[in-house]
């Protein structure tokens, strides 16, 4: 089986710090993803990467950034964090039509 | 634009009973259309797909879905709920063309003893 993993479950930020959510997938999938997930919102797409080096923006993709420099890993970056970006981060990968694969979920708060 | 409607955001059912958590799209192209479900405390996992070919699928845990086009619906089933259902059930559609999902709001299914 496919195995997405978070570097953390549970992450408390202070408002302006740089955080880095971290997602390595192992079986070489070209595509990743990351959402966030909020109450009553459901999943919203941050951004997302067909392959290495490449990215794209989503539909919130404010106030975040990507990085793909190895196929199997997709890191998201909040470059100055604030409260409004507290929220469960998931990770995701998938090949070709297979469904996504998420990770359990980086539970992120902001202070 | 795509669009997911999951109308129902929380659904009590008893053990045993029947249960349908709806599912409606929106999109001007040919679709993909999947259910996920989220354990708590845990990440989504693909509960069935539909991609082509016959429209009712089934997943191994007694779900289906059947894939309407004139109703743009995509709806979950399941004849007899257990316990271990309890979670949250998300909707995706996916364009052809394209791999990326637009997810629903989620369902939550509470199974009730």
């Known amino acids: 089986d496919v195995k997405v993993t978070q570097s953390s479950r549970y992450l408390v930020k202070r408002t302006g710090e740089k955080v880095f959510l971290e997602c390595v997938q192992d079986?070489?999938?070209?595509?990743m993803f990351w959402y966030r997930q909020d109450p009553g919102l459901g999943l919203r797409l941050i951004y997302f990467?067909?392959?290495?080096?490449?990215?794209e923006k989503g539909d919130i993709p404010e106030g975040y950034s990507v990085s793909r420099e190895k196929k199997e890993r997709f890191s998201l970056i909040l470059e100055s964090a604030s409260t409004n970006q507290t929220s469960m981060y998931l990770c995701?990968?998938?090949?070709?039509?297979?469904?996504?694969?998420f990770g359990s979920g980086t539970r992120l708060t902001v202070v | 634009a795509q669009s997911v409607t999951q109308l129902d955001s929380q659904v009590p059912v008893f053990e045993e009973a029947p249960v349908e958590l709806r599912c409606n799209y929106s999109s001007s192209v040919s679709v993909y259309l999947f259910w996920y479900v989220q354990y708590p405390n845990q990440g989504l996992q693909l509960l069935l797909k539909y991609l082509s070919g016959s429209t009712l699928v089934e997943s191994i845990n007694g779900f289906e879905a059947e894939f309407n086009k004139s109703q743009t619906s995509f709806h979950l089933r399941k004849p007899s709920v257990h316990i271990s259902d309890t979670a949250e059930y998300f909707c995706?559609?996916?364009?052809?063309?394209?791999?990326?999902?637009?997810f629903g709001t989620g369902t939550r299914l509470k199974v009730l003893a």
């Open positions: 990467s067909y392959d290495v080096k490449m990215k």
């Open positions: 079986m070489d999938h070209e595509n």
């Open positions: 995706a559609v996916s364009s052809s063309g394209t791999y990326k999902y637009i």
């Open positions: 995701a990968s998938s090949h070709g039509l297979s469904g996504y694969t």
